[in-house]
């Protein structure tokens, strides 16, 4: 057992056994999932309560599904539309949910931190589903694994992540989670869209995409994050796509085996191509979503074992 | 009033930069005499020994939020008042970020008031440069220094608009009025809650770089020169502002500069895992940044040490980082940090109390501050090395909210005397 933690809050804190650990039985539940019967017992009497402060179709629909196919049960919140609303905070919120003894809390929140301080004061289980420009955990869990399935390893690879890095807790997670791993990670952007001081992480940065995806393995596309810009980031979608929009002309300067990754939801035409998107022999976007399912299981077993303080006597088998 | 002599003490004098054995005699409320050689009591004197430990003109702290009026159940007049004196400083500047703010004489007066009533120490209050801190119109500042007001500021809040401020200046100028001013470009800084860089980046928290406060200083330098007005500028925190700041100084402007304890002592890091009692206003720096204010403090450039007391209630702590309320309150442990500098080897002690007390003093025209014959006897009694840790439950202030909880400080108050009376003694 190397994952012993009581939350997934953020890759940070995760030592690289521990992610290779998530990993490997996240391996496991892609097999189970792709199988006829698709069910597992492993969380059953155990309770889930997805809490999205922040709107979300896939993440949550993906925390539901892993959360069912492993015999949980498993409520859904809106909470953009309820207590917030009516001016609780976040604690209060948290205390009545505590209240409601369940053992799995799914968190998403638009600002930073706002999951740790909630996980501070609930007595349960709670996973990070993205905070505001902070962590995604299992974005960056399932990206991984989606590296390795394609790829054969996670380690000593060369990953670029391109476009709106300054608004991705999505790049964050993943530049924490590749750089433990020992890949070579560059960052490819306007200068508009980079984090201050992020070359200090280890990460080579580039503004010339197509410099950046010289001999790379994955190139990983980022959402242009429209909703999170208060104007002028940058000068136009159109010089966008020009610049830093993957076509089939940059992904040339890649790897002629490398995969192309996105996080979802894409905007066809900005920072991807439509055909570089559908490509089956370049893309693996589907599969990322397919990887997300899986890692979210892989996640929330070894959670609930370290819940219950130690293994379930009833280990996988598949 | 009680005549007193406190013998035996080591006396700190800012003025002169010395540390010295020494015997002061008060009457009156007034020093009447310092000697080096031994005082030997009169009889109907009050002898007071101090053991040997440190004695120093009591700390003048400008910028100091009373929360009266609006929020009192933040901090009273009373409460911020026993916690100054408990932390040996003997004259709060109070701010005018008040709601409402503090722009009109009848408000002034209203919190005079209430400050005369309620604290043992003496209370200096500012008013706001413009109506409603709002920058668009400036306030009564003819009536406002009438009714006492000892400077002008909009807190936190810049007058961006250029022309408001340069006539706001110009006008405070002609009264002799001293305008303090928050150096920040708020374009830059709108939303931010960390100093842009690693660490800000790593933890998602919107951020504005520390140019934004040279920009804010270089633009009010500017006009400065252009209307020859007083100006204090309340927290330089960065590096980058400290050439333009010398620069000033020689080319005989009329302008100070502060910065905050908290700047001195902690950096951007400190936040780690998104600890709101380490959201400040500007935030914190980073360490580079500190050990320059650190140095300009050294050096004389920076002029005024001060503890930008700022009450919040858990509620407005209890939040995600980005929504908490910035501040920290600082009155008991302004002394115990600044003490941090001296043991760290910063700073020697006069250096410290140039800062604290003579400066101040000084900028505002007060004869306080001093160690000598005819200064009012605001002193403050304590012993360097004591070492405890901090119970943010035992702090006097109503709110809670500092970031030095369970830290480890070196440096008791034993007695603060305001007009040459006691108004805190340590239990021992």
Do not use: W
């Not at chain 1, 608004?167 to 993943?174: D, F, G, I, M």
């Not at chain 1, 490819?188 to 080579?204: D, F, K, N, R």
């Not at chain 2, 002193?379 to 202030?397: G, K, Q």
């Amino acid at each position: 057992m190397s994952f012993t933690d009581k939350h997934l809050l953020g890759i940070e804190p995760l030592r690289p056994e521990a992610i290779t650990e998530i990993l490997d039985l996240a391996d496991k539940y892609v097999a189970l999932n792709r199988g006829a019967l698709k069910h597992s017992d492993v969380l059953a009497g155990l309770t889930q309560i997805n809490m999205f402060f922040e709107n979300s179709t896939r993440t949550q629909a993906s925390f539901e599904l892993a959360g069912k196919r492993l015999g949980a049960d498993v409520m859904n919140m809106a909470m953009q539309a309820s207590s917030i609303k009516k001016g609780e905070t976040l604690i209060d919120t948290a205390l009545t949910l505590n209240a409601m003894h369940p053992d799995i809390l799914v968190v998403r929140h638009p600002h930073s931190g706002a999951v740790d301080l909630l996980a501070q004061k609930v007595n349960c289980t709670v996973l990070n589903a993205g905070d505001g420009q902070h962590e995604h955990p299992t974005q960056a869990l399932l990206d991984g694994l989606t590296i390795r399935r394609a790829k054969g390893r996670l380690h000593r690879l060369n990953i670029a992540i391109c476009g709106d890095i300054v608004h991705s807790r999505v790049a964050r997670s993943n530049i924490i989670l590749l750089g433990k791993m020992e890949n070579r990670i560059r960052l490819i952007g306007p200068p508009t869209l980079m984090p201050a001081g992020i070359a200090e992480l280890g990460c080579e940065v580039y503004q010339d995409m197509r410099e950046g995806l010289h001999d790379v393995d994955v190139v990983m596309m980022l959402r242009l994050q429209k909703e999170r810009m208060d104007g002028g980031f940058i000068p136009s979608e159109r010089e966008y796509y020009h610049r830093y929009g993957l076509n089939a002309e940059k992904l040339q300067y890649a790897k002629s085996n490398a995969i192309v990754m996105h996080p979802g939801p894409m905007n066809r035409g900005v920072e991807i191509d439509g055909e570089i998107a559908d490509d089956i022999n370049r893309s693996v976007i589907q599969e990322q979503v397919e990887m997300g399912v899986a890692v979210r299981m892989a996640a929330m077993d070894l959670l609930a074992r370290n819940l219950r303080g130690g293994p379930t006597p009833s280990e996988v088998t598949v | 009033m009680t005549k007193r002599l406190l013998h035996n003490a080591h006396v700190i004098d800012p003025e002169a930069g010395t540390v010295s054995r020494g015997d002061i005699r008060i009457e009156n409320g007034m020093i009447t005499q310092v000697s080096q050689s031994p005082l030997s009591a009169n009889p109907n004197e009050h002898a007071v020994d101090c053991h040997g430990k440190y004695l120093a003109p009591g700390i003048i702290d400008i910028g100091v939020k009373v929360c009266e009026p609006g929020e009192r159940h933040k901090e009273s007049f009373k409460s911020a008042g026993l916690a100054a004196a408990a932390g040996g400083i003997t004259t709060m500047v109070t701010r005018p970020d008040t709601t409402p703010a503090i722009d009109s004489p009848e408000t002034l007066e209203f919190i005079a008031r209430r400050a005369n009533q309620a604290t043992p120490v003496n209370v200096m209050p500012m008013a706001a440069l413009t109506k409603g801190r709002n920058g668009r119109e400036m306030s009564e500042i003819g009536f406002l220094i009438d009714a006492g007001a000892i400077a002008f500021t909009d807190c936190d809040h810049v007058v961006s608009n250029p022309k408001v401020f340069a006539r706001a200046l110009s006008y405070a100028c002609a009264l002799g009025a001293l305008v303090i001013a928050h150096p920040q470009e708020p374009t830059l800084s709108k939303g931010a809650a960390a100093t842009s860089g690693k660490f800000a980046s790593l933890r998602g928290l919107p951020a504005v770089s520390a140019m934004a406060e040279r920009m804010g200083l270089d633009r009010d330098i500017a006009l400065i020169e252009m209307t020859g007005a007083r100006y204090h500028a309340d927290q330089i925190t960065t590096a980058r502002a400290l050439p333009a700041l010398e620069r000033a100084k020689a080319n005989g402007l009329d302008i100070t500069a502060g910065t905050s304890i908290h700047h001195l002592t902690l950096n951007e890091l400190d936040v780690a895992d998104y600890r709101t009692f380490f959201k400040v206003k500007p935030p914190l720096r980073s360490e580079e940044d500190r050990k320059a204010v650190v140095a300009a403090v050294r050096t004389g450039l920076i002029d005024i040490i001060s503890s930008m007391h700022t009450p919040q209630d858990e509620e407005s702590k209890r939040l995600p980082f980005e929504e908490a309320a910035s501040g920290a309150v600082a009155l008991e442990t302004l002394l115990p940090a600044a003490l941090r500098l001296f043991h760290a080897g910063d700073l020697e002690l006069p250096q410290l109390f140039r800062a604290l007390s003579f400066n101040p003093a000084k900028r505002l025209g007060l004869p306080a501050g001093r160690m000598t014959p005819g200064a009012p006897a605001d002193l403050l009694l304590f012993d360097a090395h004591a070492p405890f840790v901090l119970n943010r439950f035992t702090l006097l202030s109503k709110s809670k909210n500092t970031p030095f909880d369970e830290a480890r400080m070196q440096g008791r108050v034993l007695a603060t005397f305001v007009a040459g009376e006691p108004v805190y003694e340590a239990s021992i």
